[in-house]
Structure formats: structure tokens, C-alpha cells
């Protein structure tokens, strides 16, 4: 025969009861606190456009020096490439 293990029973869940304050401040109601956090987002979204804004200018502008700096590099190396071929005939 299995042997049975008695359980006990599980205690009754607990009941909040609201807190209750002599504050004079009253609670905002949800509609401000949803449009002030909605303010907030559009705050955060205003600076990371921003941000990305200006990290897209200076991105562009290292591309086009890199750019310019590449072509200078090959029309050198092309060059002297065209140099040794004079040379070698």
C-alpha cells in the first residue's frame, strides 16, 4: 500500500485593504498621468531623433572624407602602377 502523506491546508489568500492617508494631495486622475507620460515619450523620441539626426550628419561626413581619402590612395596606386608598366616596356 503507497503511504499518503497528509497535506495541510493552504492558508486563505490575503486581502489588501486600500491605505487610507490624512494627505491633503489627492491622486491624479489616470487621463493626466497617461498624458504625461505620453509627453515624456514624445520628450525621449524628440532627443533620440535628435541624437540620430546628428549622428547620421557626422557619419556622412566621415564616409565622404574616408571617401575622398580612398580615392586619393587608388589614383596614387594606380599611378605608380602605370609607372612600373612604362618602366617595364
Request: with cysteine; proline share 10%.
Amino acid at each position: 500500500m503507497a503511504s499518503t502523506v497528509p497535506t495541510e491546508p493552504s492558508p486563505p489568500p490575503a486581502t489588501q485593504c486600500p491605505v487610507l492617508s490624512n494627505s491633503r494631495e489627492q491622486p491624479s486622475p489616470p487621463q493626466s498621468s497617461t498624458s504625461s507620460a505620453s509627453a515624456s515619450q514624445r520628450d525621449v523620441k524628440q532627443y533620440v531623433d535628435d541624437a540620430l539626426g546628428h549622428l547620421r550628419l557626422e557619419l556622412s561626413a566621415k564616409i565622404e572624407t574616408h571617401y575622398h581619402d580612398l580615392n586619393a590612395k587608388l589614383d596614387d596606386i594606380i599611378v605608380k602602377l602605370g609607372a612600373r608598366k612604362d618602366v617595364s616596356q
